[in-house]
């Protein structure tokens, strides 16, 4: 786990004009906060459009377990994709391609900042702590997810798209109206969403809110160039982190490929919200490498050439390759984690195959808190339903 905080600095100026195609963001791009290159190459600090100077000071031991997160993740990742392809799970939403920007944003969080996640944060869901096995058990159909928000101050996933941003810009305010800001122990809340839940009526009045009401929230966006098959400009006219200035508080892109950046960014943005400066939004810049979710073909809506390209900046084989650059790691360590990740894959197939399968009737059993005459008389006609089948052929 890193621990370490960036130090971050304002020097006054703003980074130059970007491009007006949102597409052609990259590695040259001066609105883009990086701090690795593609090519693994460190780069001291970084200015965002307000000025602000990012950089990281993680010892040898927290660079090498930013990059066990990595790998881990993305290998639990696509053992789960493999459990779905086999029948195992109903549904999968993977997150290859974007482990930088869930690893380094969650580990930004300090214990007491509360995150609300769409249904592919499985990078922050790791980094909060939790047993990789809780998501798989909603999208295998056994439970609800089954963790404890407030254990883990993480809420549970949100399939309505944008809706978890409103539930954050609430909780938001109340910590604001307790008087849980305005110093190192206060609480700050991050949202996550994609690049099309910024289509949604949602999340621009969760914009509205935050803003107005000065609550303590930073805006997540991944975006990963598309929302399932429309591609981002078809999204919006100019880079989605400048849209957060039309609501009055400030945006910043990040190489959501880089796990240092994103960090640096995030933690940034959190502490500047847990301080009592109000909300802002990071746009990271990222790329969906995989299907949108199980259910989908992206070979109907992009071109080879396009996912070529981005596995070129690929966030685990920069920081692999900058931890070689470095001498902070070597071949044994490289094998011990993939390792680590390979058994920890097995031993999470297992246990989901392992899983109990529910009785139909327990579908009624959390509807209400204390129940209800109508909840019981359906409950009742559903049980004589099912044993009509007992002892028949169906």
């Keep these: 786990m890193a621990k370490g905080d960036p130090g971050v600095t304002t020097r006054g100026r703003r980074a130059a004009p970007r491009s007006k195609r949102a597409a052609s963001a990259g590695a040259g791009d001066p609105a883009l906060v990086q701090l690795l290159t593609p090519e693994g190459e460190r780069i001291e600090s970084a200015t965002g459009p307000d000025g602000t100077e990012y950089r990281v000071d993680f010892t040898d031991e927290e660079y090498r377990g930013l990059y066990r997160d990595l790998v881990l993740?993305?290998?639990?990742?696509?053992?789960?994709?493999?459990?779905?392809?086999?029948?195992?799970?109903?549904l999968w939403a993977s997150l290859l391609g974007q482990e930088a920007a869930q690893v380094g944003s969650g580990r930004a969080l300090r214990a007491q900042d509360m995150a609300f996640p769409t249904y592919r944060e499985h990078g922050v869901l790791y980094c909060r702590g939790i047993d990789p096995i809780m998501p798989l058990g909603l999208f295998r159909g056994v439970d609800q997810g089954g963790w404890d928000p407030n254990e883990f101050k993480f809420n549970m996933y949100t399939i309505v798209i944008g809706a978890q941003t409103?539930?954050?810009?609430?909780?938001?305010?109340?910590?604001?109206?307790?008087?849980?800001t305005g110093g190192d122990d206060g609480e700050a809340v991050i949202a996550y969403f994609g690049d099309g839940a910024t289509s949604q009526g949602?999340?621009?009045?969760?914009?509205?809110?935050?803003?107005?009401?000065?609550?303590?929230l930073v805006f997540f966006c991944q975006n990963n160039q598309y929302a399932i098959s429309e591609p981002l400009e078809r999204q919006t006219r100019v880079p989605l982190y400048q849209r957060a200035g039309g609501f009055g508080f400030p945006g910043v892109r990040v190489d959501g490929n880089d796990v240092l950046a994103s960090y640096a960014v995030t933690r940034h943005a959190l502490d500047n919200a847990r301080y009592g400066q109000g909300p802002s939004l990071i746009e990271a810049y990222t790329y969906r490498m995989g299907a949108h979710t199980t259910s989908d073909d992206?070979?109907?809506?992009?071109?080879?050439?396009e996912v070529e390209a981005w596995q070129a900046k690929d966030p685990i084989a920069r920081m692999k390759a900058f931890l070689e650059k470095q001498q902070i790691a070597d071949a044994d360590f490289f094998a011990s984690v993939d390792e680590q990740a390979r058994a920890e894959s097995v031993h999470l197939r297992e246990r989901v195959l392992a899983m109990p399968n529910p009785e139909p009737a327990t579908m009624f059993d959390h509807v209400y808190p204390n129940g209800s005459p109508e909840l019981d008389q359906q409950r009742e006609q559903f049980t004589k339903y099912m044993e009509s089948f007992e002892g028949s052929a169906h």
């Design 73 to 90: 993740v993305r290998k639990l990742d696509a053992e789960a994709t493999a459990l779905q392809r086999q029948g195992e799970l109903g």
């Design 166 to 180: 409103l539930h954050a810009t609430g909780y938001a305010m109340g910590v604001a109206m307790d008087g849980k």
């Design 202 to 216: 949602d999340v621009n009045e969760s914009f509205v809110w935050a803003s107005v009401f000065n609550a303590p």
């Design 298 to 305: 992206p070979t109907r809506y992009r071109i080879a050439s």
